[in-house]
Nanobody, 121 residues
């Protein structure tokens, strides 16, 4: 069974930093695009940042210049360094990945369970 396990959320004051981690585990052939999404209460889930296997990176406009996404392919892990946090960054953050299982022709899109980030003003 393939799963994504997130860690690193918590409570931080505005202006502070947090680092989220997400590791893919299980019977994996390859991990392709990995990313972070977030969902605040009463709002839709939105993309925060993503990184493809060729290191093509996308950020939402709201986090550009403050957040940095990176990945360690040897560990099937993606990170999100969040600096200069604002109260509007408060949300449940989800890891997402396109994972190829052995002997499969296409990727499975997998979600993590979510980790809470709360920024106090």
């Amino acid at each position: 069974q393939v799963q994504l396990v997130e860690s690193g959320g918590g409570l931080v004051q505005a202006g502070g930093s947090l680092r989220l981690s997400c590791a893919a585990s299980g019977n994996i052939f390859s991990v392709n695009t990995m990313g972070w999404y977030r969902q605040a209460p009463g709002k839709q889930r939105e993309l925060v940042a993503s990184v493809a296997t060729g290191d093509t990176i996308n950020y939402s406009d709201s986090v550009k210049g403050r957040f940095t996404i990176s990945r360690d392919n040897a560990k099937n892990t993606v990170y999100l360094q969040m600096n200069s946090l604002k109260s509007e960054d408060t949300a449940l953050y989800y890891c997402n990945a396109d994972i190829r299982l052995p002997f499969r022709a296409s990727d499975n899109n997998i979600w993590g369970q979510g980790t809470q980030v709360t920024v106090s003003s």
